[in-house]
Nanobody
Framework: QVQVMESGGGFVQAGGSLTLSCEVS????????MAWYRQAPGRRREFIAA???????MHDSSVKGRFTISRDNAKNTVYLQMNSLSPEDTADYYC???????WGPGTQDTVSK
């Protein structure tokens, strides 16, 4: 089983930025796709963005233009750059392998007004 670990969450004011990292325990190039999800309090987990092992990306319309997914194969790490954050972005953020579904424990982001 692939180990997945997110980091980089924290507190930020509205309008600010955060960069999340997701490191995996194997050669990330062998994983066909990595994805970021988030879950806000009282809501179900929702898709944010995905990236293939050759760099193709997809972003949900709710974050397009503000969030950017990227990867560094040499570091076995996927990133999520989040800009222009609003309180509505407050959530636990999760990284997962696709299609196997190895999930990390998540990292919490809180955006204050």
């Amino acid at each position: 089983q692939v180990q997945v670990m997110e980091s980089g969450g924290g507190f930020v004011q509205a309008g600010g930025s955060l960069t999340l990292s997701c490191e995996v325990s194997v050669d990330i190039f062998t994983i066909s796709r990595m994805a970021w999800y988030r879950q806000a309090p009282g809501r179900r987990r929702e898709f944010i963005a995905a990236i293939t092992n050759v760099g193709g990306t997809m972003h949900d319309s709710s974050v397009k233009g503000r969030f950017t997914i990227s990867r560094d194969n040499a570091k076995n790490t996927v990133y999520l750059q989040m800009n222009s954050l609003s309180p509505e972005d407050t959530a636990d953020y999760y990284c997962t392998t696709v299609p196997n579904g190895d999930w990390g424990p998540g990292t919490q982001d809180t955006v204050s007004k």
